[in-house]
């Protein structure tokens, strides 16, 4: 039993770095079983044929954010104001679901190639994992807005979630136009400040931006710990 399940665990592995970087189609099932060293007949044995292989390794690959699920529920649900939840989740999805300093994992490259080019895998990750996120952040911005109706609470949620998917989906552009040293410095700490200072002050829950680009309460701060 465990020889079976050391096979299937390095089918696996070798199944997502596979898809990630050739896609479903292109990708081999011969050149996966090389990679595992393992036969062509253990990918019958252990999943059925491809394309649930495919479906396998996609879960697979989202389990590095699910990992953090009691993480992420601690930080939607738990108590403190709307801002501070509303903080700590962009935080979260930006670092966990996201890693968007860990481009060349081929858990996030499979991802991101699933999201540009949706299978049926993407059916059960938006069922399992997606759009439970999706209704945690919708309750947030739902006490920042609670007149607001479906519509207007679902543009405000895409409104944060594209913020943070820009970083992620538009890093090899981005970095050919600010350069490697641009799209480093736009570290966790500062994309997940400047995230949620901009949504909160589009929400009108914290003074609009001054002339730096930052919050006037922020900049306050910053001039006290810079005085002498």
Known sequence: MELQDATRDRLLEAAGREFAERGFECARVRGICDRAGANVA???YH????????????LEAHQRGCAFAA????????GGT???????FIRHFLSRVLAVHEPDDWRHLLITREMLHPTEA???????AIRPRFEQLVGILREFCPAADGRRLSALAFS???????YKMARPMAERLIGAEGMAALDLDFLSGHIATFCLAALGRTP?????????????????????
């Open 71 to 78: 993480e992420h529920e601690a930080i939607a649900g738990a």
């Open 208 to 228: 609009p931006l001054d002339e730096t680009g930052e919050s006037r309460e922020a900049s306050e701060v910053r001039d006290r710990d810079d005085s002498p």
């Open 122 to 128: 993407s059916d059960i990750l938006i069922r399992e």
């Open 160 to 166: 944060v979630i594209g913020q943070c998917l820009h």
């Open 47 to 58: 999943f059925g044929d491809k394309e649930k292989l495919y479906v396998a390794a996609v």
């Open 42 to 44: 253990a990918v019958n």
């Open 82 to 88: 709307p801002e501070d939840r509303l903080r700590g």
